[in-house]
């Protein structure tokens, strides 16, 4: 199917929650909406499902102009936050329940397409189970296979994982990528996490605010990020960004009163003014990564140590830098360290927040070159 929004926007009183947007969903793929708590991400959702009106605008099914249709009249799935399934029926019959009530199935057929999203979730094992019986995840599982079971062309999940632990939103997100993959239905997936985002690929609406800030391939997105918004958006800790000036004379960006960044390569075309630097907290090192690092002498302000990574708050004069550093690093508060940061993997904005220029896309096998590297400096800290 195609999903397609024109001019839609939804206001309630004097507060507007959507404000006027066009979007085209990447039909048969899976379409993130990724944006903080509040961003409008669960009301652009009910609007597509018809569960809200909107205030202005269209909404169209593959040409079919289903504004105005009841969530009863059109064909989709939805899974909320919160697991919703049917305390006194068994696993089979909660997923079997949309089946039951289309009445156009018959006994032998509800079995074997229960049977088989059971399955791929695994839970064929619990289908004679009562609900209460089941773990969280096992629970949510339940409730994934009864939206699937249906094979609707829209399946619409609100921050399916949020409520569940970090090993289980780590095996879901895996098992509904590979369901996703060999499917034709077009799913709309809500998160606020950009690591999500990037595990589940596809395409990313990037939301603030109740505004779409970006659009397209989820790649392409996290590498260029239209504004300094959407950088923030998709970057957890959130970019850092240094208020910064080019130097004709030395071909050099600064920041601060004595840091100062080469124009190299997708740097070399910066025009003389202001502008702001943007650097990912993974990108800034203990240790230089390339001859070019810049180096910033630092104060540690605090460092938080959270599973195998620990993530640095410093600061050099009025500028503050955060770092995400691999292993358990162990800073005292007021201690000193140098912080490296690399031209090639600086990112500048204009004044106004739009990008002026991104650093280049790795390779696939520079990427895992870099994984290969992480998980190694891993281990020699551990």
């Known amino acids: 199917m195609q999903l397609k929004l024109s001019g839609v926007s939804k206001r309630v009183g004097v507060e507007t929650h959507i404000y006027p947007l066009n979007l085209d969903l990447a039909p048969g793929q899976i ?29 169209l099914d593959s040409g079919v102009d289903v504004t105005g249709w009841s969530v009863r009249k059109r064909n989709l799935a939805m ?25 156009k199935l018959g006994d032998g057929e509800i079995k074997a397409r229960v049977t088989a999203v ?4 695994h839970i064929a094992h619990l289908l004679d189970r009562l609900p209460g019986a089941l773990s969280g995840g096992q629970q949510q599982r339940t409730a994934m296979a009864r939206a699937l079971v249906k094979r609707a062309p829209l399946l619409l999940l609100d921050e399916p994982l949020v409520n569940l632990d970090y090993k289980l939103r780590e095996e879901l997100r895996a098992d509904l990528k590979d369901l996703f993959a060999s499917s034709e239905t077009t799913v709309v997936y809500a998160t606020t996490e950009p690591q999500e985002a990037l595990l589940l690929g596809g395409h990313t609406v990037v939301m603030d605010e109740g505004r779409l800030l970006q659009f397209g391939p989820t790649l392409d997105v996290f590498h260029k990020p239209a504004s300094v918004r959407v ?18 004379a030395t071909r050099e960006a600064w920041f601060g009163e004595d840091v100062r960044i080469p124009l190299d390569a997708h740097l070399a075309s910066l025009r003389p003014g202001p502008l702001t630097l943007g650097v990912r907290p993974c990108h800034v090192r203990l240790r230089p990564n390339s ?17 195998s990574d620990t993530y640095l708050h410093a600061h050099h ?13 162990l800073l005292e508060p007021g201690s000193r360290v140098p912080l490296f940061i690399d031209p090639a993997e600086v990112f500048a904005f204009e004044p106004s927040g739009q990008l002026l220029c991104s650093p280049e896309r790795q390779r696939p096998a520079a990427l895992a070159a870099t994984a290969s590297a992480q998980e190694a400096a891993w281990h020699a800290s551990n």
């Open 317 to 329: 004069g009025d500028f503050t830098l955060v770092a995400q550093l691999s292993g358990v690093q």
């Open 118 to 121: 059971a399955e791929r979730l």
């Open 231 to 248: 950088a923030q958006v998709f970057s957890d800790p959130p970019m850092n960004l240094l208020a910064a000036g080019v130097d004709v």
């Open 31 to 59: 379409n993130v909406l990724l944006g903080p708590t509040r961003a409008g991400k669960t009301t652009l959702m009910r609007l597509m499902a018809g569960l809200e009106a909107v205030s202005s605008g269209r909404v």
């Open 291 to 307: 001859p070019r690092d810049c180096v910033v002498h630092c104060e540690v302000d605090l460092a938080e140590i959270s599973g």
């Open 79 to 103: 899974v909320y936050q919160q697991f919703v399934n049917y305390p006194s029926f068994s696993v089979f019959e909660n997923i079997a329940s949309p089946l039951r009530l289309q009445g």
